[in-house]
């Protein structure tokens, strides 16, 4: 059984409330797992399933029907979250490489709602009741099925511990917060961004997007991607009227600039290749 999610609105800071409770946010992909019948069956948000690529997720011991919401997240040996390789293990089609990636990247799914308990929709109770009842649901000690633990009232604390550990961010909940499938003022998440200076070095010619790059520390220029977010009709107005003026060169899919141009961006981190994961623009450095 596959219930659309409830979606996060965002807030720009963190914030202290007794009426929410606080989260982690955890750095993977966000999936519905339904054990109905003695049947498990996994979807991501957009209702695709992806049961066997988690062939691991499918032992983990349900008594009773129940469909629960979280995140599925692969922990390393240093109890780092890593982004990266759970999209490896999503994106994995092949019986023998899931095989493989099982044992090499396990993953565990971080449950922080529940929906549907013994066949009763719970959607329309308030969350910390839904909270109690997600409690008494998830079997203790089980490595493969965690609880997301929240804190009342104190998320400044929060957010200033998940910096600290550089971790993805914080979800803020309501407390009398009823579950909808779509997205809600009641759920907000708090970025931990990470703000990096770059030079923009060229355009591409079809889809909108800036080619970013940064010193290399011996001189010259690296490439870090491509920043298609954040970007006002007011800041590419300023980019097209010098864009020409600095034109060095072009390809078939880009145009590529002298480094006049620098920028402040955000970026959620970055990848083991070196590059910004998913930028938006901030301003431009004068």
């Known amino acids: 059984m596959f219930i659309s999610p409830m979606l996060l609105g965002t807030s720009g800071v963190a914030f202290s409330d007794p009426a929410y409770i606080f989260e982690p946010k955890f750095d993977g992909h966000r999936a519905i797992l339904s054990h109905i019948d003695g049947c498990t069956r996994i979807y991501t948000r957009h209702a695709n399933e992806c049961t066997r690529q988690y062939p691991e997720l499918l032992s983990v011991p349900f008594v009773e029907d129940v469909v629960l919401d979280g995140e599925i997240v692969h922990i390393d040996a240093n109890g780092t979250v890593d982004f990266e ?15 493989r990636l099982t044992d090499q990247l396990p993953v565990t799914f971080v449950v922080f709602d529940i929906l549907r308990y013994r066949g009763v929709d719970l959607r329309g109770l308030p969350l910390m009741r839904r909270k109690q009842t997600l409690a008494d649901a998830i079997l203790p000690n089980n490595p493969r099925i965690q609880y997301v633990p929240f ?61 970013a790059a940064v010193d290399d520390g011996n ?68």
């Open 151 to 211: 804190i009342e009232g104190a998320g400044e604390a929060l957010f200033a511990d998940i910096c600290a550990k550089k971790m993805e961010g914080v979800v803020c909940k309501r407390k009398d917060s009823r579950y909808v499938s779509r997205r809600s003022p009641d759920w907000l998440k708090v970025i931990n961004w990470t703000f990096v200076d770059v030079y923009i070095v060229g355009y591409r010619k079809e889809d909108f997007g800036w080619l």
């Open 85 to 99: 390789s759970v999209m490896t293990r999503f994106q994995a089609r092949r019986a023998d490489s899931i095989r």
């Open 219 to 286: 001189g010259g220029l690296r490439p870090v991607g491509v920043i298609e977010l954040g970007v006002k009709p007011a800041h590419k107005r300023a980019f097209y009227g010098v864009r020409d003026s600095i034109t060095v060169g072009e390809d078939k899919n880009n145009v590529y600039l002298r480094p006049a141009i620098r920028a402040q961006i955000k970026t959620r981190n970055w990848t083991k290749a070196g590059l910004l994961r998913s930028p938006a623009f901030v301003e431009f450095i004068l």
